[in-house]
């Protein structure tokens, strides 16, 4: 993860290190190579410390900038300046409304990876950082909010936990397109159901499965649920009457099932 670095200045009220801090402590930028040893010498490793902290925070800014967005939606901070989020966000940091919703709907998968990871091997952690950009955590939203947080977060590491470094956001794609419902927010089984998808790539180019059948089928199900058919009746009874008959026929005639359909509502 991201190395902090202050460079001694005032901050200002509550204003945190920025990159502005994390720019400014890149400073004497070397004109050549400082040394011919194969090994770094300490200046040049202190460099490179303050470089790629400057990198990691560039890969995971979305993560703040999300959380941030969001406690600024939800509790109305805007309010003072502006009437609405939209404008907010547009005026002031000329962020779409539809960005700015990617970006809170990622940051919670990102802050759990990271709460999975801190105090285990640096290398997993070091990988997640520089490998987990936006693209990649976009991937993961469809887990996140068909199961949970922590089930993006257990694919996204068994898939780092396989490929490293090469793991890349059409990866991650397809492993989310091809988890079994089972298997979702389960540790052995998710590292599994990873496994048997890389497995099935064979040397293919990484083109992400069909959708798996069965999950569709319960997102359906769960789509069709009390409150949404009750709407439906209020707004048209007999037209949802008829839909719910001809789906029922549909779907029971597919799988060979008999079923005899017989109305309760009250005769006129």
Not at 147 to 164: F, I, M, T, W
Not at 175 to 195: C, D, F, H, I, N
Request: proline residues 5%; hydrophobic residues 40%; aromatic residues 4%.
């Amino acid at each position: 993860m991201g190395r902090q670095i202050n460079t001694g200045g005032p901050q200002g009220p509550g204003k945190p290190d920025t990159a502005v801090v994390l720019a400014r402590a890149i400073d004497r930028l070397p004109t050549q190579q400082l040394s011919d040893a194969p090994v770094l010498i300490t200046q040049e490793r202190e460099l490179l410390g303050r470089c790629e902290a400057a990198l990691e925070n560039l890969r995971i800014a979305y993560w703040a900038a999300g959380k941030a967005l969001q406690a600024i939606r939800d509790g109305r901070l805007y309010r003072a300046t502006h009437g609405s989020f939209e404008e907010y966000c547009r005026e002031l940091w000329d962020i779409t409304p539809q960005y700015a919703g990617q970006l809170i709907r990622t940051w919670r998968i990102t802050e759990r990876l990271f709460e999975m990871v801190g105090g285990k091997s640096n290398e997993l952690e070091t990988t997640v950082s520089r490998r987990l950009g936006i693209g990649q955590a976009r991937e993961l939203v469809a887990i996140a909010e068909e199961y949970s947080v922590d089930a993006a977060a257990l694919l996204y590491l068994a898939l780092v936990q396989a490929r490293g470094m090469a793991t890349t956001a059409d990866l991650v794609k397809g492993a989310a397109a091809a988890l079994p419902p089972a298997a979702a927010g389960k540790k052995r089984a998710t590292q599994e159901a990873v496994s048997a998808y890389l497995a099935s790539l064979d040397g293919t180019p990484q083109v992400p499965p069909a959708r798996d059948p069965y999950r569709a089928l319960t997102r359906a199900r769960r789509a069709l649920n009390t409150e949404t058919l009750q709407a439906a009746m209020e707004r048209d009874p007999e037209g949802t009457r008829t839909m719910v008959r001809e789906l029922i026929e549909s779907l029971s005639t597919s799988i060979g099932m008999d079923v005899e359909i017989r109305s309760n509502a009250p005769e006129s």
